[in-house]
């Protein structure tokens, strides 16, 4: 149900007609007394984001203690003056991490010079367990990638020694089709047979684009039906068993479901071959990327060889995927030195793709020198599962923050900072359902979740998001694209919960509360205090 009096009441604002001191409120969907499953009288929910982070928030990101692999030390001896290439001094210290049982990779103090060698698509990769890479902190230790010419490729990948995918099925790969439609927010499914199932199995549940559901997420005559080789319009929820019930016939899931899975659109549950990456970590350091010299920074240059656009298209400063319970914390961007002081990296920052429960913590990213079409200047973007980014900044991006593909749920971002996006911080494409912004405090920028978005080629971007809320919202500057902080128009239910600061505009037909009353909300974290409750519950 939407709620046109709202809409209007939250697009002229009310931070004006409100009392200095407001009293503490809640929302309705959150009483004092809320659990899972919660629903009003029209059926309206707010999910339990409360597993987003690192071991579902379970426990704190650690400070490893291992074995110490100084780069700087024989036989890697990298170079911490900037004079000459350290590329595969480091490398070859991440890789004696990765082949051993794992370890901390330390950069002391100093610059870093690196660029990418022969014809890979990244400049150093972690790709074993267990390996962190540690500088003395980000205002002390620099890698400086000593080119622009990135095109399709990242500065730090951090990915599993063998390629897998979260679509991977058939050719023998175990699967299950479901025996009843799996519900919104359950964790128990039921399946024609457990066989071959165990607790621990990595395992996809996940749908086919059928025309029921295109006709349901109201994409008729945009989107067309496709089977399992529809790479990002696909339902997927990337869990692990915790039990098994033969008597049942059914499994018992780590993480709710963040959208109903159902028979007629062929749901199954798929066990994934292979093994996510996990524990690692980067940490305390600044990444900074050559400035291009060159022109050519308009919206379709990716596409005009010659051009800046061309020549650092898809490029990126960290990668992780494929990553479970591994963690970014006290990373920046910076502008080496010769490059405009405004400009930190060619492209985009750091990106989540295919993993889950990762944490991204007190981290800063900036400036990008291109930000046209293409997927070009998203500095923080979640493309996985159950992860969170927290106390971070992001400044001068195409999309300072960004949700993406239909493999992209219940993640949080909370307590970020945006500052002047080309664009809004946004839900981009595909139906990322079921995600939470929280405590976002926006200068010159705004968050969006725009109902559909005709861009993307064949298939368009179509519906961003459903099942999404924003939670307590502060804006201090409008940006020059949107005279709101908060732009939610989400297919089927969507929620907007308080807002405040001088620029606390909501335009929206989605569930809104408390506009210009973001101050007085209780809690003022969602997420913390989910997070709170679960913990509590579980002792």
Known sequence: MKFPLLCVLAAI???SLLPAQEAAWRSALYPADWQPGFRDASGRFLHDFSYAGYHRGEKPVPHVEGPVIDVTKPPYQADPTGGKDSTSDIQAALDAAADGDGGIVFLPAGTYRIQPQGTVDYVLRIRGDKTVLRGAGADKTFLFND??????????SVEPDKPMDWRDEGNGILASPLAQDAPNQSREIFLKSVTGFSPGDLVVLRSDLTQRF????EMTGK????????????LMFCRRIESVDPAKSSVT??????YPVRVDDLGRLVKIPGKLIEECGLEDFSIGIKQHPGTGTEEEDFNKPGTVGYDVHGSGAISLKNAENCWIKGVKSYAPPGNDPNIHLVSSGIALRRSRFVTVEDCSMGFSQYKGGGGNGYLFTHNGQENLIINCRAEAGRHNY???????????????FAKDGSHGSDFHMFLSMSNLLDQMTCDG???EARYYRPWGGNPVHGVTTTQSVFWNSKGLRYSKERQAVVWSQQVGDGYVIGTSGPCDKVDSDDFVEGVGKGDSLVPASLYQDQLRRRLRAAK
């Open 13 to 15: 604002g009310s931070a």
């Open 147 to 156: 080119t622009p010419m990135m095109r399709g490729k990242v500065v730090i």
């Open 214 to 217: 295109i006709d349901e997420v």
């Open 223 to 234: 989107w067309k039906p496709a089977g399992a080789a529809s790479p990002n319009r696909t």
């Open 253 to 258: 899931l780590d993480v709710p479901l963040r």
């Open 402 to 416: 960004d949700f993406g593909t239909m493999a992209c749920s219940g993640n949080v971002i909370s307590r970020c």
């Open 445 to 447: 920028d705004f968050l």
